[in-house]
């Protein structure tokens, strides 16, 4: 997972990690769990992101996945 674009990506929309968690339905330290790694964002949690954060496939690719699959 690529945190920094991720912490970008919500900068440029102004979005607070309490909003995030809030759309996603998970406590503040659930999203620190997933956010460094200890834990991983379920499909579900992810297309709430992808649509809160108005992500691309390409922009989803580089934050949640370390590299292309073919």
């Given at each position: 997972?690529?945190t920094l ?19 996603l ?11 460094t790694g200890?834990?991983q ?8 992101m992808r ?6 496939d390409?922009?989803t ?10």
């Amino acid at each position: 997972m690529n945190t920094l674009k991720l912490k970008a990506k919500m900068i440029l929309l102004n979005k607070s990690i309490d909003e995030m968690c809030a759309a996603l339905g998970i406590s503040r330290s659930a999203w620190f769990r997933k956010t460094t790694g200890v834990s991983q964002f379920t499909q579900s949690e992810i297309c709430a992101m992808r649509n809160e954060l108005d992500l691309d496939d390409h922009e989803t690719a580089q934050i949640f996945f370390n590299s292309m699959v073919s």
